[in-house]
T-cell receptor, first 111, second 114 residues
Framework: KQEVTQIPAALSVPEGENLVLNCSFTDSAIYNLQWFRQDPGKGLTSLLLIQSSQREQTSGRLNASLDKSSGRSTLYIAASQPGDSATYLC??????????FGTGTSLTVIP | SAVISQKPSRDICQRGTSLTIQCQVDSQVTMMFWYRQQPGQSLTLIATANQGSEATYESGFVIDKFPISRPNLTFSTLTVSNMSPEDSSIYLCSIRTVNPYEQYFGPGTRLTVT
C-alpha cells in the first residue's frame, strides 16, 4: 500500500523567506502527484499537478518538483507572504485511479 | 477547472440525528467522490458516486451509515446517519478531470456532532 509522508508537520517562517515543503511516497509507480492548499476548516484548492513524466511545474511563486525514482516531491514557495499561511497537502495517483494523501504541512508565515 | 459547491458549509448536530450534504458541480461529470477528513488527519475516501448506479464504498464505510444519491451528472448527496461525536469531520465532495487527470474539491462541510 502506498504511504505518503509530509515533513515537517508544521513550519513557521518570517515573511519574505523562501521555503521548501517535502512529500515522500513509498511506491514510485505513480501516475501523477498533486499539491493542494487547505485553509482552516475549508476544502482543498489545487495548486500544481505534476505528471509522472515531468520533473517540475511552476505557477507564480510556487515550484513543485518530482523525483519518482527516489519517491520525493518538493513544493518551493518563494518570497513567502502571510496569505500563504495554510496547510499544504500532497496526493499521489496510482493505478486503478487510487489517490493517497499526505497528512499535510501546516505553514505559518509571520508578518 | 470545475466549480464545486457544497451545502451546508457547516452544521452542529445532535447525536443520533442525520445530516444530508449536497454537492453541486457546474459541469457534467461521470464520477463524484466523497471524502472525510477527521480533525488533524488527512483525507479518507468514503465512496465513489456514479450516476445511475449504486455508490461504491471503501473499506470501513457502509451504505447504511453513509447513503449516497446521484440523481444526475451534476449533483450528489451524502447523508451521515445516526451520528455520533466520532462523525465530527470535514466532508468533502470531489471530482476528477480526465485530461489531465486532476482532482478538484468542493469547499467542504464542517460537521460537529454533540
Amino acid at each position: 500500500k502506498q504511504e505518503v509522508t509530509q515533513i515537517p508537520a508544521a513550519l513557521s517562517v518570517p515573511e519574505g523567506e523562501n521555503l521548501v515543503l517535502n512529500c515522500s511516497f513509498t511506491d514510485s509507480a505513480i501516475y501523477n502527484l498533486q499539491w493542494f492548499r487547505q485553509d482552516p476548516g475549508k476544502g482543498l484548492t489545487s495548486l500544481l499537478l505534476i505528471q509522472s513524466s515531468q520533473r517540475e511545474q511552476t505557477s507564480g511563486r510556487l515550484n513543485a518538483s518530482l523525483d519518482k525514482s527516489s519517491g520525493r516531491s518538493t513544493l518551493y514557495i518563494a518570497a513567502s507572504q502571510p496569505g500563504d499561511s495554510a496547510t499544504y497537502l500532497c496526493a499521489v495517483r496510482k493505478a486503478g485511479n487510487q489517490f493517497y494523501f499526505g497528512t499535510g504541512t501546516s505553514l505559518t508565515v509571520i508578518p | 477547472s470545475a466549480v464545486i459547491s457544497q451545502k451546508p458549509s457547516r452544521d452542529i448536530c445532535q447525536r443520533g440525528t442525520s445530516l444530508t450534504i449536497q454537492c453541486q458541480v457546474d459541469s457534467q461529470v461521470t464520477m463524484m467522490f466523497w471524502y472525510r477528513q477527521q480533525p488533524g488527519q488527512s483525507l479518507t475516501l468514503i465512496a465513489t458516486a456514479n450516476q445511475g448506479s449504486e455508490a461504491t464504498y471503501e473499506s470501513g464505510f457502509v451504505i447504511d451509515k453513509f447513503p449516497i444519491s446521484r440523481p444526475n451528472l451534476t449533483f450528489s448527496t451524502l447523508t451521515v446517519s445516526n451520528m455520533s461525536p466520532e462523525d465530527s469531520s470535514i466532508y468533502l465532495c470531489s471530482i476528477r478531470t480526465v485530461n489531465p487527470y486532476e482532482q478538484y474539491f468542493g469547499p467542504g462541510t464542517r460537521l460537529t456532532v454533540t
